[in-house]
């Protein structure tokens, strides 16, 4: 997404997106990721939506592992693949000189929330966007002319994700 801000076009990569031969997104599949990373809010917000609602896997003492998906019994790439999704929604690096930052390049407006992630350059980036509103900080200070919010965007879905 942030190549779209440096005045590149993003429109032949989101119409490969739209046309996958494959689209599936369980286990190691990487298609949550991908929405995010183009910034198509809406569809990482479904695709994240599906993976928070997949069981863990039964006879397991630790919940953290999904059901066979594709490879071996337990998937743990189910959730880590959920896990870079929603922080790829959240923030994003450019390949540039200062190694900037964009914020929220993928976030639906109507999701509420509050983090705290780590970005190159030891850049620690603190955020709230509740009701569509965003406040974040940046430190150390030095780093926020490399930080930059995009707006969060409309969602097509209901809001209800984890309930």
């Not at 599949?29 to 695709?47: F, H, I, K, P, R």
């Amino acid at each position: 997404l942030y190549t779209a801000a440096n005045g590149q076009d993003l429109a032949p990569a989101i119409a490969a997106f739209h046309k996958m031969r494959f689209p599936g997104d369980n286990g190691w599949n990487q298609v949550a990721m991908d929405a995010a990373l183009l910034g198509l809010a809406s569809e990482a917000q479904g695709y994240v939506r599906t993976r928070a609602q997949t069981p863990p896997a039964t006879g397991y003492r630790f919940p953290g592992f999904m059901p066979h998906e594709q490879d071996y019994p337990p998937s743990s790439d189910h959730l880590a693949v959920f896990s870079n999704a929603l922080t790829y929604m959240l923030l994003q690096t450019a390949d540039d000189d200062e190694q900037s930052v964009l914020l929220l390049p993928a976030w639906p407006c109507d999701w509420d929330v509050s983090f705290k992630l780590h970005a190159p350059l030891r850049t620690v980036i603190q955020g709230n966007l509740t009701n569509g509103s965003f406040i974040f900080s940046v430190e150390p200070a030095s780093r926020a002319g490399a930080v930059r919010a995009a707006s969060c965007q409309p969602s097509s879905k209901p809001s209800d994700a984890f309930a």
